[in-house]
Structures are given as structure tokens and as C-alpha cells.
């Protein structure tokens, strides 16, 4: 049984999270999109003027303005109204189809929808149409990651650099493909703090450094993820990390400190309530830790780390036929999960025990 607390421990991990975008971005062609439409309804209660709010006056006053009709694009993207963002692209191209940026929110809704291959058409029209583009250049450095093709992709960083040295996103990209393909922690790491300090504010690469110093143990790593926080508070994932940096240096109260903030922020995270069952578990308080898993299991239904743990303070206290219930479960979610076979082992054999 010694291994148990090691299983349970190896089985914390950081959690993201991502939505499918909508399919449809196909445009209309009823000739005026100067206000669009049918993805934002108007609200009867009075509410702030809004960046869109601003551009469809500009576009009513100026139908015509194609650089309004591409930032009105980019609002509508952020916010995943993608109809409407067509629309406006296609009103852009409409008037000039020499645009750049027309070509790089087009990529971007391609592959907002799966369609990879079809942005990456998308990026490279645009690079045509501007040599000097870093954005495009970027995007599709994106995607030869994604497919490990990092050969291509370090060129594209490399002209990203050359093009412009104080552009702080293809340091980030350098530093991802230097860490993939040669494993050296120290220049990859050169690479994600010059990102940073060349946008201080840049998320992506201060969580990058707080994970990859986390990794090795380096202190400084909860300085990254604290960043992270005072220009966010509201991120539940990184509260998340600095209870695994924390917990992995055994300051159990930090640790639960920050599981706790990521349950205030988001109540039907399952990993947090894990990770603090896991420390009831090395607190010896089996009682508050089954409670624990059982929330972890109550928000994800086939949590079969979960289901081990909660069956592991069954066990222990005695209770032999939910042990085995639990047990079972896990087995029934992960059948190769090998701590759950052990358990289920144990507990059969004790509970098939001569009696007396």
C-alpha cells in the first residue's frame, strides 16, 4: 500500500478548457450589412456604448469604410459571433480585395472551424499581399507546431524576427519549438522570458514560464502564476496550478489555500476537490477526504481517480462493500487503471477472509 499515495498524487493534472465555435459563417448577400444583425439582439435596458456600438455609426455615416467593416470583423470574432463576422469580411473584400488583414480574420474563421487547411490558404494570400506580415506569419507557425513539422515553423519565427526583433509572440513560438525538439529547458526559457518582456502583460508566456519553472523546481515560478492573477483574478486554472507548485513542495497550507480559491471561483471544479481530498488523505482525516471525492465524482461522473480515492478511505475505514463498490466503478471508467485492481484485490480478499 505504500505506492497508494503516489498513485493518487500522479494523478493531479492541469486542466484547460475550450468551446466548439459556431459552423456557419457563410455570409449574406442581401448587399447591406452596415448594421448587423441576427447574432446580437438589443437589449431593452439601457447598457454602455460598446467598441461595436461605435464602428455601426461609423459604418452608417460610411458604408464604404472597409477598415471599419474588418475591426467590427475582429470584435465580432472575439466574441464568437461568427455570421457576423463573416459578414463584415465579406463586405471588406467587397471594396478592396487587396486587403491584408481581410485575408487574416478570413484564415481565422476557417480555422475557427476545423478548416485548417483552408486558413493556412488564407495566411499565406495574406503574406503575399504583405511581405511583412508577423500576424500571419505566426499563425501558421501555429500550425506546423500542431503537427510537429518544426522545421517550417522555425523559419517563420526566424523571418518574424528578422522582420521586426520587438514583436514578443514568435520569441514564444521559438521558445515551444526549442523546448520540443532539442529538451533544453535553459535557452527555451530564454526565449518565453523575452516574450514576456517585451509585452509584460503577455498571459500565454507568463504561464508558460510559471509551468516550465514548476517543472524544475524553481521558486520563482509562483511569482509568474501571482502575475498571471493580478491581471486576471478571476482565473481559476491558475489558482489551480499554484495548489500543485505548492502542494508539490509540501506547503499543504498554500496548496489548500488556492484549491480553495479555485472552488470559490468555479464550484463544480473536480480537480480541485480531488486535489483537496488528496491532502485530507496525507492529514490522515479519511472521513473529510471521502467527502471531497465525492464532490470531485458529483462533477464528473466517470472520475475514476476519484472513484479510487473515495474507495481508498472506504477502505480504510472499514467499509469493505462501498470500498469494493468504488473499486469497481473506477475499474468500470478506466479498466487499466492499476491502482483500482490492487484495491479491488485487497478488499475482495478481506472481505472473502475466513471469519473467526
Known amino acids: 500500500m505504500k505506492n497508494i499515495f503516489s498513485f493518487l498524487l500522479l494523478s493531479i493534472f492541469l486542466f484547460n478548457s475550450c468551446e466548439n465555435p459556431e459552423n456557419n459563417s457563410t455570409p449574406s448577400s442581401n448587399g447591406d450589412s452596415t448594421t448587423v444583425n441576427s447574432d446580437i439582439e ?22 464604404n469604410n472597409s477598415e471599419a467593416f474588418l475591426l467590427r470583423a475582429e470584435k465580432f470574432i472575439a466574441i464568437k459571433s461568427y455570421r457576423a463576422a463573416a459578414a463584415d469580411i465579406y463586405n471588406a473584400m467587397q471594396i478592396d480585395s487587396n486587403s491584408a488583414q481581410a485575408r ?44 510537429h513539422d518544426y522545421e517550417r515553423a522555425l523559419k517563420l519565427t526566424n523571418e518574424a524576427i528578422k522582420i521586426d526583433p520587438n514583436k514578443h509572440i514568435p520569441y514564444f513560438y521559438k521558445g515551444m519549438i526549442i523546448r520540443d525538439t532539442k529538451q533544453d529547458t535553459a535557452i527555451a526559457l530564454q526565449y518565453f522570458q523575452k516574450s514576456v518582456d517585451l509585452s509584460p502583460n503577455f498571459i500565454e508566456g507568463l ?46 497550507n498554500l496548496a489548500l489555500e488556492n484549491y480553495f480559491d479555485v472552488i470559490r471561483i468555479n464550484p463544480k471544479n473536480p480537480d480541485a476537490y480531488y486535489s483537496i481530498g488528496f491532502i485530507h488523505i496525507q492529514l490522515k482525516q479519511l472521513s473529510e477526504a471521502k467527502d471531497y471525492f465525492t464532490k470531485a465524482i ?35 471508467a478506466s479498466p487499466v487503471y492499476g491502482p483500482a485492481k490492487e484495491g479491488l484485490a485487497r478488499v475482495n480478499a478481506a472481505i472473502n477472509a475466513p471469519k473467526g
Open 42 to 63: 438589443a437589449s431593452p435596458v439601457q447598457r454602455k456604448k460598446s467598441p461595436i456600438d461605435s464602428l455601426n455609426a461609423v459604418l452608417i455615416q460610411n458604408p
Open 104 to 147: 487574416n480574420l478570413k484564415g481565422q474563421l476557417n480555422y475557427f472551424q476545423n478548416k485548417s487547411g483552408q486558413a493556412k490558404k488564407e495566411w499565406e494570400e495574406c503574406i503575399e499581399l504583405d511581405p511583412n506580415s508577423i500576424e500571419c506569419r505566426m499563425r501558421i507557425c501555429e500550425l506546423y507546431i500542431a503537427v
Open 298 to 332: 458529483r462533477y464528473k461522473t466517470h472520475n475514476y481517480k476519484a472513484l479510487y480515492g473515495r474507495a481508498y478511505c472506504f477502505e480504510q475505514l472499514g467499509d469493505l462493500n462501498n470500498a469494493r463498490k468504488d473499486y469497481r466503478l473506477a475499474l468500470d
Open 207 to 252: 504561464d508558460m514560464m510559471g509551468v516550465m519553472l514548476a517543472s524544475i523546481g524553481d521558486t520563482f515560478a509562483k511569482y509568474y502564476y501571482q502575475r498571471i492573477l493580478d491581471i486576471d483574478p478571476s482565473r481559476d486554472d491558475i489558482y489551480y496550478k499554484l495548489g500543485v507548485f505548492y502542494m508539490n513542495r509540501n506547503e499543504i
